[in-house]
């Protein structure tokens, strides 16, 4: 399952095949197909080209990936160099800041209040380039 820091649907028992279509109560949008935006950030050290809006449906969904270039300035060793944990750690940190963030009209190209309704970081340890990707999925709010 992604992880998020927003609570996930209730999960008794042991965790769900990646190809149940789990549609989170809300979002009208899958799990899967969730996982597919992920899979389409470009695995490069290229920060410009790693954060994005996707709409899908009445729904926006941000993504952001994250590779060394950005994290200049932070202290952080390249990926090469260690210190992996510890920038997952602080990714997600700033993922929930973000995130929250991305509600303001003057944050999102939309220029509207937005509601964040679920949001996270998934870690891509199969990435060349990428610690991982941070995830959110919005709601318009009415005007």
Not at 2 to 9: A, E, Q, S
Not at 33 to 48: A, H, M, N, S, Y
Not at 86 to 108: C, G, V
Request: charged residues 30%; proline residues 9%.
């Amino acid at each position: 399952m992604l992880k998020g820091f927003l609570p996930m649907p209730p999960d008794e028992g042991p965790p769900l095949p990646r190809s149940l279509q789990l549609r989170w109560p809300g979002t009208g949008v899958t799990e899967l197909k969730l996982r597919e935006f992920i899979d389409q950030v470009p695995d490069l050290d290229e920060p410009d080209v790693l954060s994005y809006w996707v709409e899908v449906g009445d729904k926006l969904v941000y993504l952001e990936g994250w590779c060394d270039k950005c994290l200049i300035g932070t202290g952080f060793p390249s990926m090469e160099k260690g210190n992996h944990q510890e920038k997952l750690n602080y990714i997600e940190d700033l993922t929930e800041q973000t995130l929250e963030r991305k509600t303001k009209p003057k944050e999102n190209p939309y220029g509207k209040e937005l509601t964040l309704i679920r949001g996270g970081f998934e870690e891509l340890p199969d990435a060349e380039n990428l610690y991982g990707v941070s995830y959110g999925i919005y709601e318009k709010l009415e005007d």
